[in-house]
T-cell receptor, first 115, second 116 residues
């Protein structure tokens, strides 16, 4: 069974600064997808970024980037130039291609961006 | 507008009274899934479906049923709800391989269920 661990239940950052959210996972598979999702106070779940395990290049989406360390099974999210609208809960998620469709989420990190 | 819809958004019911939460997507996605979200536990997968008539159990399937008779719809059925099924429920859909956005899940707005 796969597990996803987010070791930081809560974090805060000043507006315009950079923050990194941690995620580690455990799997015996070699092909899988990793995701970060954002859940603002509205409770809507929104995809932030996606990483395919076979790609060595780290994914980036505007101010969001990941540090994917496959050997260490680590998948951290870096948010640059933090904005008030980034205040949300962030979930790390894993999906294996071996059993495509089965999805595992971490417990989440609540991020507060302070003005 | 591409979206996943869920109904109802809020539901208060009593123990043992059968209920169905509907989920529909208009993006022609093959994959659909149900999750429940409880404080401190993140999202836990209940059931998922890779295509019509193909469903499989997630991590917490007990007490739930699903069906996938049409590609766009994936209802969640609680035949005899109990208080421990009080939760926030999300439906999600995504394209599958070989789409460039395969398994990027689009979520519905959530259904807040309270069982008394």
């Amino acid at each position: 069974a796969q597990t996803v661990t987010q070791s930081q239940p809560e974090m805060s950052v000043q507006e315009a600064e950079t923050v990194t959210l941690s995620c580690t996972y455990d799997t015996s598979e070699s092909n899988y997808y990793l995701f970060w999702y954002k859940q603002p106070p509205s409770r809507q779940m929104i995809l932030v970024i996606r990483q395919e395990a076979y790609k060595q290049q780290n994914a980036t989406e505007n101010r969001f980037s990941v540090n994917f360390q496959k050997a260490a099974k680590s998948f951290s999210l870096k948010i640059s130039d933090s904005q008030l609208g980034d205040t949300a809960m962030y979930f790390c998620a894993f999906m294996t291609l071996f059993n495509a469709g089965k999805s595992t989420f971490g417990d989440g990190t609540t991020l507060t961006v302070k003005p | 507008e591409a979206q996943v819809t869920q109904n109802p958004r809020y539901l208060i019911t009593v123990t043992g009274k059968k209920l169905t939460v509907t989920c529909s997507q208009n993006m022609n996605h093959e994959y659909m899934s149900w999750y429940r979200q409880d404080p401190g536990l993140g999202l836990r997968q209940i059931y998922y479906s890779m295509n019509v008539e193909v469903t499989d159990k997630g991590d917490v399937p007990e007490g739930y049923k699903v069906s996938r008779k049409e590609k766009r719809n994936f209802p969640l059925i609680l035949e005899s709800p109990s208080p421990n099924q009080t939760s926030l429920y999300f439906c999600a859909s995504s394209p599958t391989d070989p789409s460039p956005s395969s398994y990027e899940q689009y979520f519905g707005p959530g259904t807040r269920l309270t069982v008394t």
